[in-house]
């Protein structure tokens, strides 16, 4: 019976959010403003299916997380959580608690973290997530293709554990 509201204005990650939420049977809605966030929750307030958890991308251009956290919190301040994805948790701890931000998901995201950020919301133990089957591609030649120099080296050391042969490039 959990839905959460995520507002994240990048396709990708919050795709990739939304398919590890729905495994833990979540309803999940993607927003890509604040403005959106705000009609969105004013209208699944009208109409009686209001959503339990808005989910805040940290640091997403052009925007003022704290800022609509706060415009949230205020609006709809017992009817919903505040939840923020963010690499660095630490170092936003601060700013999260004076925005009214209840919970933290530490990023990158992986089934164990979304289940365990479920559990800090819920207070609970949610449904175990289905298990994916494996699929081999050992031995299999990969192509990893990421600009930023630390994220192509954990990428290309994760890939390597798992047996694929691993050649990166820096751009397109």
Do not use: C
């Amino acid at each position: 019976g959990l839905s959460i509201l995520a507002v994240n204005n990048t396709s990708t990650p919050a795709e990739n959010l939304e398919e590890l939420l729905k495994r833990f049977r979540v309803t999940v809605k993607t927003v890509s403003s604040g403005e959106e966030a705000l009609h969105e929750l004013k209208a699944a307030g009208e109409q009686g299916k209001p959503y339990s958890v808005v989910l805040l991308e940290w640091k997403w251009p052009y925007s003022d997380v704290t800022g609509l956290a706060r415009t949230v919190r205020y609006r709809f301040a017992e009817d919903v959580k505040l939840g923020v994805a963010a690499y660095d948790t630490q170092g936003i701890r601060s700013d999260v608690r004076k925005a009214g931000i209840d919970h933290l998901l530490q990023k990158p995201l992986f089934t164990s973290t979304v289940r365990e950020f479920l559990q800090s919301v819920t207070g609970g133990t949610p449904e175990k997530a289905p298990e994916t089957p494996e699929i081999s591609l050992v031995s299999q030649k990969v192509l990893l293709v990421e600009d930023n120099d630390i994220n192509r080296e954990i990428a290309k050391m994760l890939l390597e554990t798992r047996h694929l042969k691993v050649d990166t490039a820096t751009n397109g």
